[in-house]
């Protein structure tokens, strides 16, 4: 609406000049953080969007939709509100973040057309002019024109028309051009011909692991993560990434986490890039000799293998955490991390083998003791033994749910020399206090 008519409605409206080229700057800097972050291709979508490529890395968040959570919440901590959809396509993506109504849109690999058929032709991204004609000949969805003979059409509309359907149905590649960060280390070599023989792969990507090398070593820098970008003739872009445990810019280390990825490349390759893209400072290493003590053997060298062959979420440590609830008790921790974790549970006495909790049938006399029989996986068990109760309450400084919510344990032993950690409440510390529903927690040694 016009300013004049804001501010009669809106008493004391903040009013500010557009700046164009300050808003596209801030959009940059934000596909930055999403690179170094989140995905090795991003791209500004102005004025207010970014693309990610999400293939291959939302595993490493377990699954599209935490990793989009996460994007969303580590937005919302910068004071951002975001939307987000997951499609199989550029388009796709773009037309439901904007248009279906949600500020989620998750679809699934393979249904992406029959998400949109239902969106307004204006999510195509087509010329004003060209969705006010299809309009006047009463189109209204995306379904409607789909279903339309291309040949017409494309007469009185152009060959875009049908471009951009095709685009959003993935039926035609849309490339994604990165995000171009001068500040970042790259290392670049195209070439005259197309190559795609393992070898040669390899011969080149020895000599650009060389050259980055070099230039971490001028900077006092070492590589956390390494893009290797490459460019095929059909215009598409493949990434293979690896990451480092600490900062590494020790050539044979970084040339053979990258050189273990030559398998996944495909052949018809016109350029590649190395780029690192998350640094840390790294200042000069002392060499080892023998005249020293001995020293501990280096093992960050395996959990990098280890981590690019078989994923980073497979290899970690576990450590205790400052909790009550026993399914609360540990976290897990980046393999080499010096965090020891917290003592305060050492002195609790906890099951080797925790369990999800399961329910039982179990029969006791009173709320406060133990079971005397339960059955559990279809088996019957009958108790002849138990030890003192252990009452564990939920942490009502965590969430409110968990204000006056207890669980009472007992270990327990049944006739077969087994012995059982059940507790009386529910399979979650959210359990009433009067429930007399049981479940089996653990199984003791």
Request: net charge neutral.
């Amino acid at each position: 609406m016009a300013l004049a008519k804001a501010q009669a409605l809106i008493d004391g409206l903040t009013v500010m000049d557009f700046d164009a080229v300050a808003d596209q700057a801030a959009l940059d800097e934000l596909a930055r953080w999403a690179l170094q972050n989140y995905s090795p291709i991003v791209a500004s979508d102005p004025p207010y969007g970014l693309v990610l490529d999400i293939a291959g890395a939302s595993h490493l968040f377990g699954g599209e939709d935490r990793m989009v959570s996460h994007i969303i919440g580590a937005l919302s901590d910068m004071g951002i509100t975001a939307y987000a959809a997951v499609a199989d396509t550029w388009a796709a993506a773009y037309a439901l973040v904007r248009l279906s109504g949600k500020s989620v849109s998750l679809i699934e690999a393979g249904k992406t057309i029959d998400a949109v058929l239902n969106l307004p032709i204006s999510a195509l991204r087509l010329p004003r002019e060209t969705i006010e004609g299809l309009r006047d000949l009463g189109f209204d969805k995306v379904g409607e024109l789909a279903a339309q003979p291309r040949a017409p059409m494309a007469r009185r509309f152009g060959q875009q028309l049908w471009r951009c359907v095709d685009m959003m149905f993935g039926r035609l590649p849309e490339l994604i051009v990165p995000i171009d960060c001068p500040e970042l280390i790259a290392i670049k070599k195209v070439f005259h011909e197309p190559i795609g023989l393992p070898e040669t792969i390899e011969k080149y990507l020895a000599r650009l692991t060389v050259a980055l090398c070099d230039q971490l070593e001028q900077r006092a820098l070492g590589a956390r993560r390494l893009d290797l970008r490459l460019t095929n003739t059909d215009h598409t872009v493949q990434v293979v990434t690896v990451s480092t445990a600490k900062p590494v810019r020790t050539y044979k280390t970084l040339f053979r986490l990258l050189r273990s990825k030559i398998e996944q490349i495909r052949p018809g390759i016109d350029d590649m890039s190395l780029v690192a893209v998350l640094v840390e400072p790294l200042g000069s290493i002392q060499i080892a000799t023998s005249f020293g003590p001995d020293e501990r053997p280096e093992i960050s060298d395996l959990c990098d293998v280890i981590s690019n062959r078989f994923g980073p979420e497979r290899l970690f440590r576990v450590v205790s955490a400052a909790t009550d609830i026993p399914e609360r008790a540990a976290r897990r921790l980046p393999p080499l991390s010096t965090d020891m974790g917290s003592r305060r549970n050492a002195r609790y006495r906890r099951p080797e083998r925790l369990l999800t909790p399961e329910p039982i049938r179990a029969t006791a006399l009173l709320p406060d003791k133990p079971p005397r029989e339960f059955t559990w996986r279809d088996r019957r068990y009958r108790v002849v033994s138990a030890e003192s109760p252990e009452v564990i309450r939920g942490e009502w400084w965590i969430s409110d749910r968990e204000k006056g919510k207890v669980r009472t344990y007992f270990v327990v032993e049944v006739e077969s020399g087994q012995r059982f950690w059940v507790f009386r409440g529910g399979d979650g510390i959210h359990a009433s206090t009067g429930s007399l529903t049981w479940y089996v927690h653990g199984v003791l040694s």
